[in-house]
């Protein structure tokens, strides 16, 4: 396998189009009624449905309000904050609180295929060892480890 990002990229492009290919196929042969709908494409949508359609005696249709995942944005993981307060957003906001001098934070909900496992990202650092000699004296332990 090439290690050259622009093989990469040109793998990445011929299986974006099998793929939008195959979803033209699946919207012309649409039925007028299913055993089951799943509503959302996010992580648990996409794997109820999977689940149901192993079952060859049942028909599932599994629906997606937003767009395509095929995106820069979502297929590039050091552009994911550029989903958040776009198209693939539901751009949902909590309630104001008082705790927080009155303001209503961002409650970014993926409105794409992926849903928020599409615009979301999850960032691992680990801590300083002069931290755990403070978490070893708090919890009165002689060793902490992580």
Request: net charge positive; charged share 25%; aromatic share 6%.
């Amino acid at each position: 396998m090439s290690t050259n990002p622009d093989d990469a990229i040109v793998r990445a492009d011929k299986f974006a189009e099998r793929v939008r290919h195959n979803q033209q196929k699946l919207g012309a042969e649409l039925k007028p009624q299913y055993d089951f709908i799943v509503c959302g494409s996010g992580s648990s949508g996409s794997v109820v449905a999977r689940r149901l359609a192993g079952n060859a005696d049942v028909s599932v249709l599994l629906l997606e309000a937003g767009g395509p995942d095929d995106v820069p944005e979502v297929m590039r993981a050091d552009q994911w904050y550029l989903n958040l307060g776009s198209e693939r957003d539901w751009n949902f906001a909590a309630q104001p609180s008082p705790h927080l001098n009155g303001r209503a934070v961002p409650y970014s909900m993926g409105n794409v295929l992926g849903g928020g496992s599409s615009i979301n990202v999850m960032a691992w650092a680990r801590g300083h060892k002069k931290r755990l000699g403070l978490l070893r004296l708090r919890s009165g332990r002689h060793r902490v480890e992580l």
